[in-house]
């Protein structure tokens, strides 16, 4: 099976319990496709001698209902869109962590996120991986030089070449961008702009796609750009088809991170914090940075002590001070103003 099958076959997994002869500890884990593949379990499995049952979701607002409505003790791990930590601190989903025993030292200083991952001091969770949201294309059907802007990237020359990655936050990030407005200052004020800049992207474009979708329509050439793309969506593809590649206009793109943290109310505190402490060491990280399902930064740099030089590659990883430098985190909008913005982007789709 090819790099492009395994993904088309990411779908929702739940990893089932041994058996009911089995004695073995189980762990529930609520989390993003990265985290099921068995390189990243398997080792953890082994060490700790326990089952870790995993659960894949797509979208917080869908593990947060899930959550609510599951018992206490239920789920034992979360991964989560960092900048939504805050929302499960909010419902009491997740316990604060300690942070000594968290590896953050080692971290990139700039996705160490502490005003992400803590609440009024307290920590509850630790980034554990971050990327872009950019362009992706294809090398060999368009000009490199246009997609190193965003004025040109998604410009009439490529129309009905382009897809949109189906998440509102970070592509209106990139619209926002484009207008010379910042991720973190975006108000009501703005949306007329980003608006306007949104439309433009949609009228070129032959789709919105999700992240399967996105994948397969670049490698197989429906389309020769993704908006909102990045190393997450090509990186897996790089081995078999490396004329799809990605890059950082010089306006910058959006960076995303998810986080990791323990679900308040486990009956396995210990072992859960000791899976949190796995997922954030360098052997790890360099797992889930390399995942079957999409590859992305290891918040961890001692992770690079781990990964080999072809990896590091992939991943541009001697690139990283300056793409760390030129990008802008997701916008973070309270409620009224994702209200606002939800309706903007629902209002781009339709047209």
Known sequence: MNRLQKILHSTTILTAAAGAASAQEELNALVWCDHTDPALIEPFEAAHGVKVNLREYEGTGAALALLEQSRPGDWDVLVIDGIDVFRAVEAGILAPLPTDQLPTGDFFPEVVMADN?????????????????????????????????????????????????????????????????????????????????????????????????????????????????????????????????????????????????????????????????????PEGQARLATSSCFWGMPANAKAGEVLSDDQKAILRWDQQPDYLALTQLYPAPDADLDIEMQDLWLETLQQ
């Open 117 to 281: 991952n803590s609440v009024d001091g307290v920590t509850y969770a630790v980034t554990e991986k971050f990327g872009y949201n950019t362009i992706s294309y294809n090398s060999s059907k368009v000009d490199p030089v246009d997609m190193e802007s965003l004025s040109t990237a998604w410009s009439e020359k490529y129309d009905g070449r382009i897809s949109i990655y189906d998440y509102y936050l970070p592509v209106m990030g990139m619209a926002a961008i484009a207008k010379g407005i910042k991720t973190a200052e975006i108000g009501s004020d703005d949306l007329a702009a980003i608006g306007s800049e949104l439309s433009t992207m949609r009228s070129h474009a032959a789709s919105v796609a999700g992240v399967v979708a996105a994948q397969t329509a670049l490698a197989t050439g429906e389309v020769d750009i993704v908006v909102g793309g990045g190393e997450w969506l090509t990186a897996v593809l790089a081995e078999e088809q490396p004329e799809l590649t990605w890059t950082i206009p010089k306006e910058g793109a959006v960076r995303w991170a998810q986080s990791i943290g323990v679900v308040a109310g486990t009956e396995k505190p210990d072992l859960a914090l000791e899976f949190v402490k796995y997922i954030a060491s």
